[in-house]
């Protein structure tokens, strides 16, 4: 009797423990706000973007300005991934962890291509996509309420606007 009492109370703690881990997990992921929340979502899907695309562009580059921009992306947002996913880990987000239906579409047209046809539709794609980088990245740096990832965004927005200098200079290099 002694025995099940005792394995009973155990159990139940293990429960209760548990429950108050998901419960600290919960507040801890609540203490971040929505906007905050997104935007961490959509850097971590763009910079994974930016790294798969960019490895393509070493591969499948013709021009070597795009080659070495593409070279670029994946050592910076390699770098910048890696400072989100630790910023995260500590607030208990679960940042994606495979390209999203939109980017894979992207990685996928952009696989077919080849020579000066790839360069062009892949620095027309890292200017679009740079321009959108910089605005999300601004917007979160001047108005984020989480102070890590507003100082995420603050440290690598400089970073951002400068590839989108780069990608402008080597679209026009390959038009």
Same mark, same amino acid.
């Given at each position: 009797m002694k025995r099940n009492l005792l394995l009973t109370t155990l159990v139940f703690s293990g429960l209760l423990l548990c429950a108050a881990a998901a419960q600290e997990n919960q507040a801890n992921r609540m203490t971040v706000p929505t906007?905050?929340? %997104?935007?961490?979502m959509k850097a971590a899907q763009g910079g994974m973007a930016e790294v798969e695309l960019g490895k393509l562009a070493t591969e499948k580059g013709q021009n070597q300005q795009v080659k070495a921009f593409g070279q670029r992306m994946v050592d910076d947002h390699t770098k910048a991934?890696?400072?989100?996913? %630790?910023i995260a880990a500590n607030k208990s987000i679960n940042l994606p962890t495979s390209l999203d239906a939109k980017d894979q579409s992207t990685k996928d047209r952009l696989s077919k291509l080849s020579g000066a046809e790839f360069d062009k539709a892949y620095m027309r794609d890292m200017v679009n996509d740079h321009e959108k980088d910089v605005a999300e990245f601004r917007k979160e740096a001047d108005h984020g309420q989480d102070p890590d990832l507003k100082a995420f965004a603050h440290k690598t927005l400089p970073v951002l606007e400068e590839h989108l200098r780069m990608a402008k200079e080597a679209d026009?290099?390959?038009k």
């Open positions: 906007a905050d929340h %997104s935007f961490a991934n890696d400072d989100l996913k %630790s026009a290099a390959v």
